[in-house]
């Protein structure tokens, strides 16, 4: 091999290295360029959602509050809260039944009193 030929792959091999090196270069940058930005959205969106669940808990906050007035502010319930109990249909006395039963009681007591002719 001639000097000339010796110096004419030296740059050839210089600029196919220069090449894969600013190739290198645009990769890496392009690669620290996503992974800057990836962190960004990141750190945005669990922005968002502290956002998000610092409303929700100052709404349950409000919602607590509100709940427990409406609470207090029932005197109605004074006593303990019944479970419903399952009655069979024909041992049921509706309201209607209930007061036909008192008119009957009432007549009986007055046919029952004694009267003193």
């Known amino acids: 091999m001639s000097e000339d030929e010796r110096e004419r792959r030296y740059r050839?091999?210089?600029?196919?290295?220069?090449?894969?090196?600013?190739?290198?270069?645009?990769e890496e940058f392009e690669r620290r360029r996503n992974l800057l930005r990836q962190r960004a959205k990141q750190k945005r969106e669990d922005e968002e959602v502290m956002d998000v669940e610092e409303e929700k808990s100052d709404g349950e906050s409000e919602e607590e509050s509100s709940e427990y007035e409406e609470y207090t502010d029932s005197e109605e319930e004074v006593g303990p809260r019944l479970k419903p109990v399952f009655v069979r249909k024909r041992d049921r006395i509706t309201i209607q039944e209930k007061e036909r039963e008192e008119i009957k009681q009432r007549?009986?007591?007055?046919?029952?009193?004694?009267?003193f002719t």
């Open 12 to 26: 050839k091999d210089e600029e196919e290295s220069s090449e894969e090196e600013e190739e290198i270069d645009d």
């Open 107 to 115: 007549e009986l007591e007055v046919d029952t009193i004694p009267t």
